[in-house]
């Protein structure tokens, strides 16, 4: 298994508090970047800027994803463009959700 689907794996372990979906199926992962060196860039929004989360969600990502045996670090970039909407959901989540 390659090191991005495992990092994949564990984000999807990971939920919003506010929304019964992954946050990887809810589309607030917008890219894995994983280089030579087994480093991890991951950059992330929030579904809204004011989310009580806004603290704690990125620290769990990133703490998730440096359990991972071959992980040697995690950059974690929160990012607020594009704006999250929607539409960024993957269909398995719209279902879940009835949208």
Known sequence: MKLKDKIIGEIKKIYDPEIPVNIY???????????????VKIKMTLTTPNCPVAESLPKEVKDSV?????????DLDLVWDPPWDKSMMSE???LELNL
């Open 92 to 94: 398995a989540a719209k």
């Open 25 to 39: 199926e809810l589309g607030l992962i917008y890219d894995i970047i994983v280089k030579e060196d087994k480093s």
């Open 66 to 74: 440096m359990e991972i045996a071959d992980v040697k670090k995690v």
